[in-house]
């Protein structure tokens, strides 16, 4: 699709009110917006048989380990699978960071609808340190600069 890659920003005037979600990961801890207070939180919306998430994973899992000193979190949204089927899909491709599984209830990517919706699968939301949305990439991650320039520039806000 043209959405491949899209990225879109938001200024910080322009930002809504911070995403407040909950939900229950593919090995049964709870995981809420809470625990990432004050961190750039990277949320990628995905499925196992997603071709298309297969392919960035691995950019997705390098970004993790570049990032994650710099208090960047991480966070999978399972739209479609079974906690089994995640948990697999993250051996087999190497994903260190935790996934929620939402199939059933569909409350965490009802929690992004309306401020910058995950219309396509994957996408890819970046919230600021207020857990406000402040970038979203639509469609396959094709880089890891791409997404590291992101979260480099929300990382810097504040800090000038």
Not at 16 to 35: A, E, L, Q, Y
Not at 60 to 73: D, F, G, I, P, T
Request: aromatic share 6%.
């Amino acid at each position: 699709t043209s959405s491949d890659g899209a990225v879109t920003t938001i200024s910080p005037a322009d930002r809504s009110d911070p995403v407040t979600f909950s939900g229950t990961s593919d090995t049964g801890d709870t995981i809420s917006s809470k625990d990432f207070a004050g961190q750039v939180v990277v949320v990628n919306f995905w499925y196992a048989s997603c071709a298309p998430c297969r392919t960035e994973a691995p950019l997705l899992e390098k970004s993790y380990q570049q990032l994650q000193a710099n208090r960047v979190a991480f966070l999978g949204v399972n739209t479609f699978d079974q906690p089994d089927t995640s948990r697999s899909f993250a051996a087999a491709h190497g994903i260190t960071y935790p996934s929620i599984i939402d199939v059933d209830s569909g409350t965490t990517r009802l929690a992004f609808a309306g401020k910058m919706a995950p219309t396509a699968t994957p996408t890819t939301v970046v919230l600021d340190k207020q857990g406000r949305i402040a970038a979203r990439v639509l469609g396959e991650l094709d880089s890891v600069s791409i997404l590291k320039q992101l979260v480099k520039d929300l990382l810097a806000e504040g800090n000038q």
